[in-house]
């Protein structure tokens, strides 16, 4: 079955950084794409980048473009997503999940989510 684990998060002083990872089984790697999610309290869940395995294609939220960075290493099955400059706003609870295309990523397969707090 898919799994998806989601590790890495944590406090941080504005300015800083953070490396999330999701680790993917349970499925052929190379066929899916993997992309990240995030939710604030009272605030609707929203996408932040996806990767395509296959190709490597990649897409970024206009939010976060410039200071995030998405990246597969497919011999490990995993995908990371590198955070710098991080913002009070960039508080989160961030999801990674997987389907077969960036433009299915919201229908697809959710981890349990790590949290991630940038302190001003």
């Known amino acids: 079955e898919v799994q998806l684990v989601e590790s890495g998060g944590g406090l941080v002083q504005a300015g800083g950084s953070l490396r999330l990872s999701c680790a993917a089984s349970?499925?052929?790697?190379?066929?899916?794409?993997i992309g990240w999610f995030r939710q604030a309290p009272g605030k609707e869940r929203e996408g932040v980048s996806c990767?395509?395995?296959?190709?490597?294609?990649?897409y970024y939220a206009d939010s976060v473009k410039g200071r995030f960075t998405i990246s597969s290493d497919n011999a490990k099955n995993t995908v990371y997503l590198y955070m710098n400059s991080l913002k009070p706003e960039d508080t989160a609870v961030y999801y990674c999940?997987?389907?077969?295309?960036?433009?299915?990523?919201?229908?697809?397969?959710w981890g349990q989510g790590t949290q991630v707090t940038v302190s001003s």
């Open positions: 349970g499925f052929t790697f190379d066929d899916y794409a």
């Open positions: 999940a997987a389907a077969r295309g960036c433009s299915k990523i919201g229908v697809g397969h």
């Open positions: 990767i395509s395995s296959s190709d490597g294609s990649t």
